[in-house]
């Protein structure tokens, strides 16, 4: 058994064991599987934070794990609506660190059904400083824990109306998720776990600047899908944005990627920041053709989020049609990501203000 995460008060942090581990650690305790397993629906399915409350379960054993063990739960700082009904959930933690979680509605159409995706933090801050990116001028301050990431999907569902479900969690939010990939396994478990928040692993999405050993280890651990963030089709142009690409070339990377044991039917999806005079060239639209060769693939191009924090411009929605057009054409199923939540610092690389001081705009908070 690894170490148990403790709390601040020297008790065992609940939220960040898996079933398995709770049990194990309560096993001393007469029948302790079986209460394990009904503290664990209390905190999980009915957002529980205290022992004492838990039905079904003697008072003798509550008092017992109330001893052992602590439930901590995120702490709400501020929630920002976008006009376009994107909600941002800025969250402070215990050690006064800032972390967000995005909401994003998607009425759906013909040919897709209506979605309300999660999109969440691994971090405070991160440390692979792509510069397109202000969560990368944060630098690392700390891994969140596995209570810390799986508490984002359980407190927000908490705040939904009775109509509402998440019903798609992605991890780009602040941090590099493979970064912190122990506790990241733990919240998938927990995330994934029918008798937790019981999320189809067909609905969970990983995404990663592409440290590839810790993508084969991913895999390994468990079955949700994989997304990397690529936005280049040249050495010399990735590491001008990424510095991972120092480590990882693009070779090693789509090496990694063909490597990856995808399972039946599905698809390594790659994001493509678009930044204009950049990467958006129609050269850059064949590179990229030629490295989804031999990758069961799909991409999805982000035109840039403009922002007074840096030079990038977006490119003009005639280039991005061409540049979807080519990929398309050659047989790579392409879509181009509908910018969502700027009006309140929501969108892709914007996240991280609350944390830096940067102004948010409090007219939209509750
Ligand atoms: S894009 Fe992702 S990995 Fe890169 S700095 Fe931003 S949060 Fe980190």
Request: net charge positive.
């Amino acid at each position: 058994m690894p170490l148990l995460p403790k709390l601040p008060d020297g008790r065992v942090d609940a939220k960040s064991l898996t079933l398995a581990e709770l049990q194990a650690a309560m096993a001393e305790l007469e029948k302790g599987s079986g209460r394990a397993l009904r503290a664990y629906k209390h905190i999980w399915q009915r957002g529980a934070t205290r022992f004492a409350d838990m039905g079904g379960i003697d008072k003798a054993s509550r008092r017992w794990m109330d001893e052992r063990f602590g439930i901590p739960t995120l702490e709400p700082a501020t929630v920002l609506h976008s006009r376009d009904g994107t909600r941002k959930f800025v969250w402070r933690l215990h050690d006064g660190h800032h972390i967000e979680s995005v909401l994003i509605p998607d009425p759906g159409n013909e040919v897709s059904r209506p979605r309300l995706t999660l999109c969440m933090s691994s971090q405070v801050g991160c440390a692979m400083a792509c510069t397109f990116c202000l969560t990368g001028d944060l630098g690392l301050t700390r891994n969140l824990t596995p209570s810390e990431i799986a508490d984002q999907a359980l407190q927000v569902s908490r705040t939904l109306g009775p109509e509402e479900r998440i019903t798609n969690l992605v991890f780009m939010g602040m941090g590099e998720p493979l970064h912190n990939l122990t506790h990241l396994i733990r919240a998938l478990d927990i995330l994934l776990d029918e008798h937790a928040l019981n999320y189809s692993h067909r609905k969970v999405t990983v995404s990663t600047v592409g440290l590839v050993p810790q993508m084969q280890k991913l895999a390994a651990a468990s079955p949700v899908n994989l997304a990397v963030s690529l936005n280049a089709t040249t050495d010399a142009q990735r590491r001008q944005i990424m510095p991972i690409t120092r480590r990882y070339s693009l070779d090693a990377l789509m090496e990694g990627c063909r490597a990856f044991p995808l399972p039946h039917a599905k698809r390594i999806t790659f994001e493509y920041v678009m930044m204009d005079g950049f990467n958006c060239s129609m050269d850059d639209a064949e590179r990229l053709v030629q490295l989804m060769r031999g990758v069961r693939s799909k991409v999805n191009l982000i035109p840039y989020n403009e922002n007074p924090n840096r030079d990038i411009l977006r490119p003009s929605d005639a280039r991005v049609k061409a540049f979807q057009h080519h990929l398309v054409s050659n047989g790579i199923s392409t879509s181009i990501r509908t910018t969502r939540g700027t009006d309140i610092s929501a969108a892709c690389g914007q996240l991280g203000k609350a944390a830096q001081g940067l102004r948010i705009p409090e007219a939209a908070s509750v």
